[in-house]
């Protein structure tokens, strides 16, 4: 009897032992591990005529480096707000292959990124739509790294120009006296955000 009770025992002792080496690792990888997120930095030219560029920091929040950073985006007009099953326009390189080199991020710092439009704000149909607020300017693009455990990670991103500071920077094209904000505001959409 003794000898099937101390049995039972250091076995329950080795099963406890090993869950907890299972949640040692589990935390060990949420705190060492790098977060890349990225967020809107402003605009850094915006045309009726031209394409649109938007600056996009990406920075990694995390403890350790972002290794094989990739990332992309693009700058669109759509509809407001995107459908649910709406898929990201690509930018206009290549298929399969991201715009921005395979560099690191180290820790708490970040790279920047200009993302170009595909679409030209030179028609009335475009113009009227975002003035109704029927449509928008986005930015989307997403970071595809490394972390220090080699699992492949990926942010997605996608806000859009507030409307009415998209109204403002529009009527500024177009001559009208306008007093823009210091600050324009960028919404975050209800599609494609998210983080592995």
């Known amino acids: ?77 759509a509809a407001l707000p995107l459908d649910d099953d709406a898929k990201m ?31 030209l704000l030179n028609n009335s149909a475009i113009i009227d739509g975002l003035r109704t607020g029927k449509a928008a300017i986005y930015i989307a693009g997403e970071a595809r790294y490394k972390d220090m455990f080699n699992c492949k990670r990926r942010s997605k991103f996608c806000w859009y120009i507030d409307p009415n500071h998209a109204r403002l920077l529009i009527d500024n094209e177009q001559g009208r006296t306008v007093a823009l904000p210091p600050i324009i505001n960028f919404t975050i959409a209800h599609v494609w955000n998210g983080a592995t």
Do not use: W
Not at 93 to 114: N, S
């Open 1 to 77: 009897m003794f000898d099937i009770g101390t049995l039972i025992f250091s076995g329950l002792q080795t099963l406890a032992l090993f869950i907890t080496f299972l949640i040692m690792a589990y935390v060990a990888v949420r705190q060492l591990r790098a977060y890349v997120f990225p967020r809107v930095k402003g605009i850094k030219n915006f045309s009726l005529t031209e394409p649109i560029e938007i600056t996009v920091a990406v920075k990694n929040a995390g403890q350790t480096p972002a290794r094989e950073c990739e990332t992309s985006g693009v700058v669109f007009v």
């Open 89 to 119: 326009p690509e930018p206009a390189e290549p298929p399969g292959i991201l715009r921005h080199g395979k560099g690191g991020i180290y820790p708490q710092e970040e790279l920047t990124i200009d993302c170009e439009s595909i679409d």
